[in-house]
């Protein structure tokens, strides 16, 4: 029973990702008919975005430690009803304060409640296939621009803003809540919360010297600018081409084949990760991606955008579940929500970075090629960080014997 019921955790974790990941990115597409009716600036609306990513940071690691504590569920299930209930409170919002404060804060921490303890319940759950179940689980969290993109596209061309992210609240809540039900602790840490497991990596390790070790620093570090590359191009790729004539719906839909090419992308990182190792192929991804990021300055055309967005999506995505089956190779079980969270907080410092520079960079020049530059070196950074991670010499061993 426990062997097939993973593959519900897979699903559910799926769909919570895809609707709270998708609510928190509709504000891209809200953002030139919020500015139009209420007539802040871009720049201010853009920095919800940014307050958002820093909420998530700060809440990975809090709802992380939970989750590892009371289990994935209630964790879950608190992160659904408070996203919806911030979502509805953020379209009445009188004043840009107050949306930077709603969106930004609110929606920004419950959002971080379903990745690190979806991701840490998933590794827990599978000893074999780890990186495809991840990668499905990230999948999920990828059908977001496929899904909520357009649907915030077609709701707020067909009701003012306000009423179309009244109408993301509700959609939030009739799906996340009866999801975040479906969510169960691992096996083999049901009835004996502190129980690490014979096998386990590092069993005898505290989060305190997990977290002071090399190894979870680099991964910190290696996902800030991994995250950092890829956060501009994203937030700021349907407003560049919308400024170079592409029709909003049409650069909505660049998103969307972001998105599409970003499940082939998770998919096959996440197999060719069980086949060849997940830091092997995330170092070659994490090259690949600082070129692809790089190519969207020199696009103009829709057709253009299309191509740098397939390669964009597929890179990026797939690069992203990789990161938990290295930490779950490398640390306790007990420990993932913590050690994921604390990954997931440096992710979201790297995704913090882009709306805001974005936006800045864009006011000041004129131009989105130099954010698309930025993001081309923090991406290179990213690459060479990660080439000087090293797993814990115990785990090398355990590896070679298995």
């Given at each position: 029973m426990a062997h097939s019921y993973r593959w519900v955790i897979v699903a559910?974790?799926?769909?919570?990702?895809?609707v709270a990941v998708g609510a928190m990115f509709s504000l891209p597409v809200f953002l030139r008919p919020m500015s139009q009716d209420t007539g802040w600036s871009i720049t201010g609306i853009s920095a919800a975005m940014t307050i958002g990513f820093l909420a998530m940071a700060v809440a990975s690691l809090v709802w992380g430690g939970l989750s590892d504590r009371f289990g994935p569920r209630p964790v879950v299930l608190a992160g659904s009803i408070v996203l919806a209930a911030s979502l509805a409170l953020a379209s009445r919002a009188g004043s840009l304060v107050a949306f930077q404060l709603l969106f930004g804060v609110l929606v920004g921490a419950a959002t971080a409640a379903v990745f690190a303890p979806m991701m840490a319940c998933v590794t827990g759950w599978f000893e074999t296939q780890r990186g495809l179940a991840v990668s499905l689980v990230s999948a999920?969290?990828?059908?977001?621009?496929?899904?909520?993109?357009p649907l915030a596209a077609w709701l707020v061309t067909a009701y003012d803003w306000r009423v179309a992210m009244q109408i993301i609240a509700g959609i939030a809540a009739a799906l996340m809540i009866p999801a975040a039900l479906l969510v169960r602790r691992p096996p083999a840490l049901e009835g004996a919360q502190a129980g690490a497991g014979a096998d386990d990596a590092q069993s005898g390790m505290t989060v305190r010297q997990a977290m002071a070790s090399p190894q979870f620093i680099t991964l910190m570090l290696a996902n800030f600018f991994c995250c950092a590359t890829h956060s501009g191009p994203i937030f700021h790729t349907v407003s560049y081409a919308v400024t170079c004539?592409?029709?909003?719906?049409?650069?909505?839909?660049?998103?969307s084949v972001e998105g599409v090419a970003g499940m082939f992308g998770r998919i096959g990182f996440g197999l060719a990760g069980d086949r060849f190792?997940?830091?092997?192929?995330?170092v070659l991804g994490l090259l690949a991606q600082a070129f692809a990021v790089l190519a969207y300055a020199f696009v103009g055309q829709l057709g253009a955008f299309y191509a740098v967005a397939v390669m964009v999506g597929f890179i990026y995505a797939g690069t992203m579940p990789l990161y938990a089956v290295i930490?779950?190779?490398?640390?306790p079980l007990r420990m993932m929500g913590?050690?994921?969270?604390?990954?997931?907080?440096?992710?979201?410092?790297?995704?913090?970075?882009?709306?805001?520079?974005?936006g800045l960079i864009y006011d000041h020049f004129g131009s989105y090629a130099p954010m698309y530059a930025g993001s081309w070196v923090m991406g290179l950074a990213a690459m060479m960080i990660l080439m000087t991670f090293r797993p814990f010499p115990q785990r090398q061993a355990a590896v070679v014997v298995a």
């Open positions: 559910a974790g799926g769909l919570l990702g895809c999920g969290m990828g059908m977001a621009p496929m899904t909520m993109s004539g592409v029709p909003m719906l049409a650069a909505v839909s660049i998103y190792g997940a830091q092997r192929i995330l930490i779950r190779e490398n640390f913590a050690i994921i969270g604390g990954t997931a907080m440096a992710g979201s410092l790297g995704m913090s970075t882009g709306p805001l520079l974005g």
